[in-house]
């Protein structure tokens, strides 16, 4: 029973049509396709002028480095929120 399952799910959908997605090497080379624009961005960043008001702006990698830091507090602050909001799962049929 289980092979006609996985049969079926090798079967492309009707009008022969497969989303790109699906195909597991096609993750892995958009993964890789954001790495290198991540990469070649900060790279960039010691060709860009900037126009910063403060002096840490101009170090080199500071906005990357920000935007990571940032979404790291982002989800250590929702994790804290969780433990605070959370309720039981049988919260609702009480």
């Known amino acids: 029973m289980s092979g006609e399952h996985d049969q079926k799910a090798q079967t492309p959908p009707p009008g022969g049509r497969v989303n790109a997605l699906g195909d ?3 993750v ?24 910063g ?17 940032a979404c790291i507090v982002l ?5 804290l929120m969780r433990t605070v909001l959370a309720r039981p799962e049988d919260y609702y049929d009480r």
């Open 28 to 51: 892995g080379r958009i993964v890789w396709a954001l790495y290198a624009i991540c990469a070649m961005l900060f790279v960039v960043d010691v060709v860009v002028h900037k126009h």
């Open 24 to 26: 597991p090497r096609s």
């Open 53 to 69: 008001p403060f002096a840490i702006e101009y170090v080199f990698g500071f906005y990357g480095i920000f935007g990571l830091a």
């Open 75 to 79: 989800v250590l602050a929702a994790r």
